[in-house]
């Protein structure tokens, strides 16, 4: 196990790669602890949550909304959790989502931990202290920025995470890649998916990598005005496909990176032949480069987007592989540029 301590400006954060799931134990008191999980989860380690108070949610992003968090608080108050309660999410990027958000706003704030149990939840959703839920097809539009007290990563999870979860999951690895880290990119080139599935340590050195690259972007911008944009790269018009065409995150976010790679073509020199690497990695990793988008639907959708500044949106393109930056775009650019796209 490896053990880090991730400083942000009002906490700090102590993070346990290849820790085990019985070290809550020894660092709560079941008396005033809450666990927080899904039935997907819950079904195949039920017997990790014996001895705990427990809320189990229903599983999937369709859940992730204000119902589902009031259902969280009802259940803390029939436990009796009062100011003192320490709350832990065990699951996914939707329950640690969820499980954040509830704990900042219940009784105004009580402190929580978070044990990701998905590629996608440890490497991106339980980093950084984004915490919230969707509004119809609306992602993420209600939330606050609140940091867990530890991320407990116990990898025994990813054995009986299915694999399109995995898939799921490296898309967001693969955006890490594209707006920081050349040698990643060219890393994961030389790899497959099965390369990390097969291998536990293999896929716990890279996630270790792609938390500290998301820290250390996220410890000198928390409440994002700067560098933190950059972690939005396909997110733009990926939310707004993921909701409006009902693809899982990872699938979404993949065809919205191939989109901001040919935005970055034409309004930023990004080269095509590096587009063409984009796509080849992330078909390699199994994830879809094109889809028939409802264009107006989508376009409406991501007028809500929370990048939206006024008339312009702030989009996240690529110089090159490695390299991103943030550009102002008109929105009556942005659109004639999106329409056009094939």
Request: charged share 25%.
């Given at each position: 196990?490896?053990e880090?301590?991730?400083?942000?400006?009002?906490?700090?954060?102590?993070?346990?790669?290849?820790?085990?799931?019985?070290?809550?134990?020894?660092?709560?008191?079941?008396?005033?602890?809450?666990?927080?999980?899904?039935?997907?989860?819950?079904?195949?380690?039920?017997?990790?949550?014996?001895?705990?108070?427990?809320i189990?949610?229903?599983a999937?992003?369709?859940?992730?909304?204000?119902?589902?968090?009031?259902?969280?608080?009802?259940?803390?108050?029939?436990?009796?959790?009062?100011?003192?309660?320490?709350?832990?999410?065990?699951?996914?990027?939707?329950?640690?989502?969820?499980?954040?958000?509830?704990?900042?706003?219940?009784?105004?704030?009580?402190?929580?931990?978070?044990?990701?149990?998905?590629?996608?939840?440890?490497?991106?959703?339980?980093?950084?202290?984004?915490?919230?839920?969707?509004?119809?097809?609306?992602?993420?539009?209600?939330?606050?920025?609140?940091?867990?007290?530890?991320l407990?990563?116990?990898y025994?999870?990813?054995?009986?995470?299915?694999?399109?979860?995995?898939?799921?999951?490296?898309?967001?690895?693969?955006?890490?890649?594209?707006?920081?880290d050349?040698?990643?990119?060219?890393?994961?080139?030389?790899n497959?998916?099965?390369?990390?599935?097969?291998?536990?340590?293999?896929?716990?050195?890279?996630?270790?990598?792609?938390?500290?690259?998301?820290?250390?972007?996220?410890?000198?911008?928390?409440?994002?005005?700067?560098?933190?944009?950059?972690?939005?790269?396909?997110?733009?018009?990926?939310?707004?496909?993921?909701?409006?065409?009902?693809?899982?995150?990872?699938?979404a976010?993949?065809?919205?990176?191939?989109?901001?790679?040919?935005?970055?073509?034409?309004?930023?020199?990004?080269?095509?032949?590096?587009?063409?690497?984009?796509?080849?990695?992330?078909?390699?990793?199994?994830?879809?480069?094109?889809?028939?988008?409802?264009?107006?639907?989508?376009?409406?959708?991501?007028?809500?987007?929370?990048?939206?500044?006024?008339?312009?949106?702030?989009?996240?393109?690529?110089?090159?592989?490695?390299?991103?930056?943030?550009?102002?775009i008109?929105?009556?650019?942005?659109?004639?540029?999106?329409?056009?796209?094939?």
């Amino acid at each position: 196990m490896t053990e880090k301590q991730f400083e942000f400006s009002e906490k700090k954060v102590r993070v346990y790669f290849g820790g085990n799931f019985n070290m809550l134990g020894e660092m709560l008191d079941k008396e005033s602890a809450v666990l927080i999980t899904d039935d997907n989860i819950y079904s195949h380690h039920s017997e990790k949550f014996a001895g705990w108070k427990t809320i189990v949610l229903r599983a999937g992003e369709k859940f992730k909304n204000q119902k589902t968090v009031d259902e969280i608080i009802n259940r803390l108050i029939e436990l009796h959790a009062d100011r003192q309660t320490f709350i832990v999410g065990i699951g996914g990027g939707v329950v640690t989502d969820i499980t954040g958000y509830a704990a900042s706003v219940y009784m105004r704030g009580v402190q929580f931990g978070f044990v990701p149990t998905s590629i996608l939840g440890m490497v991106d959703a339980s980093v950084g202290g984004k915490n919230g839920v969707d509004v119809g097809v609306y992602k993420n539009l209600v939330g606050t920025i609140t940091h867990p007290r530890f991320l407990l990563y116990d990898y025994s999870f990813l054995e009986t995470l299915p694999k399109k979860e995995w898939i799921n999951g490296f898309a967001e690895i693969i955006k890490h890649a594209c707006i920081k880290d050349r040698n990643m990119f060219d890393f994961l080139k030389e790899n497959t998916l099965d390369y990390f599935r097969d291998s536990i340590d293999n896929t716990g050195t890279l996630i270790q990598k792609n938390v500290e690259i998301k820290y250390n972007i996220v410890a000198n911008d928390e409440r994002e005005t700067g560098d933190r944009k950059l972690l939005n790269f396909g997110h733009t018009l990926g939310h707004a496909i993921e909701n409006t065409a009902g693809l899982p995150h990872g699938s979404a976010i993949s065809i919205g990176m191939i989109a901001a790679c040919a935005i970055s073509e034409k309004i930023n020199g990004f080269p095509a032949f590096a587009t063409k690497e984009v796509e080849q990695l992330l078909s390699l990793y199994q994830l879809p480069v094109s889809y028939a988008v409802d264009k107006e639907r989508t376009w409406q959708v991501l007028l809500h987007d929370k990048k939206k500044s006024g008339k312009d949106m702030n989009f996240i393109v690529l110089n090159e592989i490695g390299k991103a930056s943030v550009k102002k775009i008109p929105l009556s650019e942005l659109k004639e540029i999106f329409f056009n796209l094939s």
